[in-house]
């Protein structure tokens, strides 16, 4: 059964630091792209980041770029979002989901969401 179990969520000021991590229980881990999304109460979910399989390609939501950091480690299935200078705008639910591919918003799993408070 395949599951992605997210952690690392919660309280922290505008301005601090958060680092998500996402624990795939997926065989073939190595061969997705995996990615992060969020949403925030009464709005869609929406596209954070993904990376490619390997780890070699990254990209970003515009309004994340240069604050959030995708990276992966195939040898522990999991995949971390470090997330800095964050602002109350970030306040989310975040999900982990493993992409049809990289360039996909679309997913073949997604995990449960753990939630991130950005205090002002």
């Known amino acids: 059964q395949v599951q992605l179990v997210e952690s690392g969520g919660g309280l922290v000021q505008a301005g601090g630091s958060l680092r998500l991590s996402c624990a795939a229980s997926?065989?073939?881990?190595?061969?997705?792209?995996m990615g992060w999304f969020r949403q925030a109460p009464g709005r869609e979910r929406e596209f954070v980041a993904a990376?490619?399989?390997?780890?070699?390609?990254?990209r970003y939501a515009d309004s994340v770029k240069g604050r959030f950091t995708i990276s992966r480690d195939n040898a522990k299935n999991t995949v971390y979002l470090q997330m800095n200078r964050l602002k109350p705008e970030d306040t989310a639910v975040y999900y982990c989901?493993?992409?049809?591919?990289?360039?996909?918003?679309?997913?073949?799993?997604w995990g449960q969401g753990t939630q991130v408070t950005v205090s002002s």
């Open positions: 989901a493993a992409l049809t591919r990289f360039s996909s918003e679309a997913a073949d799993y």
């Open positions: 997926i065989r073939t881990f190595g061969s997705y792209s």
């Open positions: 990376i490619s399989s390997r780890g070699s390609s990254t």
